[in-house]
T-cell receptor, first 118, second 111 residues
Framework: GAVVSQHPSRVICKSGTSVKIECRSLDFQATTMFWYRQFPKQSLMLMAT?????????EQGVEKDKFLINHASLTLSTLTVTSAHPEDSSFYICSAPRDRGKPGNTIYFGEGSWLTVV | KQEVTQIPAALSVPEGENLVLNCSFTDSAIYNLQWFRQDPGKGLTSLLL?????REQTSGRLNASLDKSSGRSTLYIAASQPGDSATYLCAMDNYGQNFVFGPGTRLSVLP
């Protein structure tokens, strides 16, 4: 079964509204989670690193105020796309390392979320 | 900064053929290398994970190799089937943190 759960898997929202995507680690604590974005026919690109109890670290070119990341607990990180526009339509996926930095560490991915802004 | 490339970008083969997908990376100081499969409109499916100390991994008809010195990994698919049609991504594990993904190879296996 899934070790990292992501919800919703698909969402359609109107332009100008906000949408929240959740990423949960189901049977382990994740102090760090990663958010990726994939535009059509392109590769997955790291957007930001979500850190439990502190601010997220954003990659260059990613707008902090548009893509709000909250990591309020050791098992949950949320990505909120604020004032969504059609160009934000994309595939968003999270990942969480089970034993970060340790040999044999396994990184689990969520199922991904398809966002369509109309 | 790690850069990952994949060749070919797209591949179309008749059913039953053996094929090789290539992945190249610029920084050999990697933790793990992982091959994923992505079906259209779907998420990622992990296929094979090769730890930095390993040279290859096998699962069924799939075999992945890793040569850190040359910065290359290959995914070998034996006796391809139409159900193998998907995009295949290789990714470097940045010391147990984030992944750096290649652009992918879009595979079509024709019946």
């Amino acid at each position: 079964g899934a070790v990292v759960s992501q919800h919703p898997s698909r969402v359609i929202c109107k332009s100008g509204t906000s949408v929240k995507i959740e990423c949960r680690s189901l049977d382990f604590q994740a102090t760090t989670m990663f958010w990726y974005r994939q535009f059509p026919k392109q590769s997955l690109m790291l957007m930001a690193t979500s850190n439990e109890g502190s601010k997220a670290t954003y990659e260059q070119g990613v707008e902090k105020d548009k893509f709000l990341i909250n990591h309020a607990s050791l098992t949950l990180s949320t990505l909120t796309v604020t004032s969504a526009h059609p160009e934000d339509s994309s595939f968003y996926i999270c990942s969480a390392p089970r034993d970060r930095g340790k040999p044999g560490n396994t990184i689990y991915f969520g199922e991904g979320s398809w966002l369509t802004v109309v | 900064k790690q850069e990952v490339t994949q060749i070919p970008a797209a591949l179309s083969v008749p059913e039953g053929e053996n094929l090789v997908l290539n992945c190249s990376f610029t920084d050999s100081a990697i933790y793990n290398l992982q091959w994923f499969r992505q079906d259209p409109g779907k998420g990622l499916t992990s296929l094979l994970l090769i730890q930095s100390s390993q040279r290859e991994q096998t699962s069924g008809r799939l075999n992945a190799s890793l040569d850190k010195s040359s910065g290359r990994s290959t995914l070998y698919i034996a006796a391809s089937q139409p159900g193998d049609s998907a995009t295949y991504l290789c990714a470097m594990d940045n010391y147990g943190q984030n992944f750096v993904f290649g652009p992918g190879t879009r595979l079509s296996v024709l019946p």
